[in-house]
């Protein structure tokens, strides 16, 4: 039985994975009313607008936090099969958690970067503003603890003891 506080982390993790698939329906209206140039009221009645940032752009804000959302959930309903001490999962779980979040908001202020949020400085994509900060800062730093994380999760699922909390024994 997982014990009270990876209880809450799983739901943790799982509401915010919902949110993140909840910001992947958001990139979708975004990309819509970029095509539309605005929003449609009514039938044949569109409240024109312009939004920042480009089609393809709009494409990953719409596309992109699906994949993080699934990072996010598939980790809070595996992780109690593990045998990780509640300090280690609830370690684990945020820094997924969080790079799954700075993962969408590189999707979107990458949109509104020059350079795609994918240098701080200037590059080949071009020039860099506030957003290629935004987009690059969080992701690249929760990226690196992510895959730290995901090493240890790895490491406990294929070498851990042969029961987990959540009593299932392992067959390998």
Request: aromatic share 12%.
């Amino acid at each position: 039985m997982s014990s009270p506080v990876q209880i809450r982390l799983r739901r943790n993790l799982l509401g915010h994975g919902a949110w993140m698939m909840l910001s992947s329906l958001i990139g979708g209206i975004g990309l819509w009313c970029y095509i539309l140039g605005g929003f449609e009221i009514v039938p044949g009645y569109v409240l024109k607008f312009n939004l920042p940032g480009s089609e393809p752009g709009w494409v990953r804000c719409h596309t992109g936090p699906v994949a993080n959302a699934l990072m996010v959930i598939v980790t809070g309903l595996a992780m109690p099969h593990l045998d990780l001490s509640d300090s280690a999962a609830e370690r684990i779980g945020w820094i997924v958690m969080m790079d799954g979040w700075s993962n969408v908001g590189f999707y979107f202020f990458g949109n509104l970067s020059p350079n795609r949020g994918l240098a701080f400085g200037r590059s080949r994509l071009g020039p860099s503003n506030i957003f290629s900060v935004l987009a690059l800062g969080p992701a690249y730093f929760f990226g690196v603890l992510a895959v730290g994380a995901f090493a240890v999760l790895g490491y406990h699922a294929l070498f851990g003891s042969n029961t987990s909390k959540a009593g299932i024994r392992k067959t390998t």
